[in-house]
């Protein structure tokens, strides 16, 4: 027992590493990519090619003035964005980052909590992220950032229906909420956007809605609301805003990649490699790699296409999608009684 929490500690610790790592990075990898499809050079002053951008950057909020307005509610204005870093960071909990390694003679999963509602607790803690960019907009005591919660939280809440909605016809073929075992019954190429292709497609669109991506980053219209709602933000509480932003992005293809594409399972790859470690190993940089191809298709979608007025976007989740992931429902309903599945 006193193995298995150390051993979950370092686990922990080591995904909240990996989180940061890839989110700070990631701010590296959009700059560089936009440069490339506008025809730009990108970051190319701190360290080679310009890698050590992200650590200048966090210098850089790290040094900033902090500035808190005296109009504010400074308790809520602090509570706001520690919030929103806060949930983001949890959802990487139940995701499995691999299967199984052997240390020891002792076998240890390569998750940090399998339990068996992970789906419920992925969309209950990603509804409390509403809360941090609400509280802040709100704190902040400028009309601008309020209208940009509202905004925001009105659109995270009309597309996280469609995102639960398009969930639950993957959890009709699957018969289980845990994310661990999802994941395992894709095993041999078995992957559910296969049998679930319409819902991936709500889904996908739903993550971009619920991180404020472009197409869908209206709570932030600069033309509009100066900088949304966390216009009067500075120093790291700005950062947290920010960086949130790209932790979600990196949980969402982690989502993706494991609830459609398989996660860390490769097809044909057992033929080849006997070893349980070196599987599990190679699994989890398989699955990195499914994670970093969804996090450029974020990046390229921001950089290609134009955003979405107001009503568009809010017609878009709530005639367009929401109908598609309840006819969905109905759909995967209708082969799974034909098939036999059901009675």
């Given at each position: 027992?006193?193995?298995?929490?150390?051993?979950?500690?370092?686990?922990?610790?080591a995904v909240f590493g990996i989180t940061l790592f890839i989110a700070m990075y990631s701010t590296y990898a959009e700059r560089k990519i936009a440069a490339f499809l506008q025809?730009?050079?990108?970051?190319?002053?701190?360290?080679?090619?310009?890698?050590?951008?992200?650590?200048?950057?966090?210098v850089k909020m790290f040094m900033k003035e902090e500035m808190i307005p005296e109009v504010s509610n400074k308790f809520l204005f602090i509570l706001g964005?520690?919030?929103a870093m806060l949930t983001?960071?949890?959802?990487?909990?139940?995701?499995?980052?691999?299967?199984?390694?052997?240390?020891?003679?002792?076998?240890?999963?390569l998750q940090v909590a399998d339990i068996n509602i992970g789906i419920l607790y992925l969309l209950g803690v990603t509804s409390v992220g509403v809360y941090g960019i609400m509280i802040g907009g709100w704190a902040s005591n400028n009309k601008f950032s309020l209208l940009g919660a509202i905004r925001a939280s009105s659109q995270m809440i009309s597309?996280?229906?469609g995102m639960g909605l398009s969930i639950i016809a993957l959890i009709m073929t699957t018969g289980t909420l845990s994310?661990?075992?999802?994941?395992?019954?894709?095993?041999?190429?078995?992957?559910?956007?296969?049998?679930?292709?319409?819902?991936f497609l709500i889904f996908i669109v739903c993550a971009f809605a619920e991180t404020n991506r472009a197409p869908f980053d209206l709570p932030e219209c600069e033309s509009e609301l100066v900088g949304g709602y966390h216009?009067?933000?500075?120093?790291?509480?700005?950062?947290?805003?920010?960086?949130?932003?790209?932790?979600?992005?990196f949980i969402s293809s982690a989502v993706i990649a494991t609830l459609y594409f398989?996660?860390?399972?490769?097809?044909?790859?057992?033929?080849?490699?006997?070893?349980?470690?070196a599987l599990a190993i190679i699994g989890s940089v398989f699955l990195f790699c499914k994670i970093f191809f969804f996090i450029f298709l974020f990046m390229w979608v921001r950089w290609t296409l134009p955003r979405f007025r107001y009503d568009q976007l809010m017609n878009l989740g709530w005639k367009g999608l929401l109908p598609l992931a309840i006819l969905n429902i109905a759909i995967t309903g209708i082969v799974m009684w034909f098939t036999g599945k059901i009675n």
């Amino acid at each position: 027992m006193q193995t298995e929490i150390i051993y979950k500690s370092i686990l922990a610790l080591a995904v909240f590493g990996i989180t940061l790592f890839i989110a700070m990075y990631s701010t590296y990898a959009e700059r560089k990519i936009a440069a490339f499809l506008q025809d730009r050079l990108g970051p190319n002053r701190a360290g080679p090619f310009g890698i050590l951008q992200p650590l200048a950057d966090g210098v850089k909020m790290f040094m900033k003035e902090e500035m808190i307005p005296e109009v504010s509610n400074k308790f809520l204005f602090i509570l706001g964005p520690s919030i929103a870093m806060l949930t983001c960071l949890m959802t990487g909990a139940v995701i499995p980052w691999g299967s199984s390694i052997t240390i020891a003679g002792n076998e240890y999963s390569l998750q940090v909590a399998d339990i068996n509602i992970g789906i419920l607790y992925l969309l209950g803690v990603t509804s409390v992220g509403v809360y941090g960019i609400m509280i802040g907009g709100w704190a902040s005591n400028n009309k601008f950032s309020l209208l940009g919660a509202i905004r925001a939280s009105s659109q995270m809440i009309s597309y996280e229906i469609g995102m639960g909605l398009s969930i639950i016809a993957l959890i009709m073929t699957t018969g289980t909420l845990s994310i661990g075992e999802i994941a395992a019954q894709q095993h041999g190429g078995h992957w559910n956007v296969f049998y679930q292709p319409l819902g991936f497609l709500i889904f996908i669109v739903c993550a971009f809605a619920e991180t404020n991506r472009a197409p869908f980053d209206l709570p932030e219209c600069e033309s509009e609301l100066v900088g949304g709602y966390h216009t009067e933000y500075s120093s790291m509480k700005l950062g947290f805003y920010l960086f949130a932003e790209y932790i979600n992005m990196f949980i969402s293809s982690a989502v993706i990649a494991t609830l459609y594409f398989g996660g860390y399972n490769m097809p044909f790859i057992g033929r080849f490699i006997q070893d349980p470690n070196a599987l599990a190993i190679i699994g989890s940089v398989f699955l990195f790699c499914k994670i970093f191809f969804f996090i450029f298709l974020f990046m390229w979608v921001r950089w290609t296409l134009p955003r979405f007025r107001y009503d568009q976007l809010m017609n878009l989740g709530w005639k367009g999608l929401l109908p598609l992931a309840i006819l969905n429902i109905a759909i995967t309903g209708i082969v799974m009684w034909f098939t036999g599945k059901i009675n």
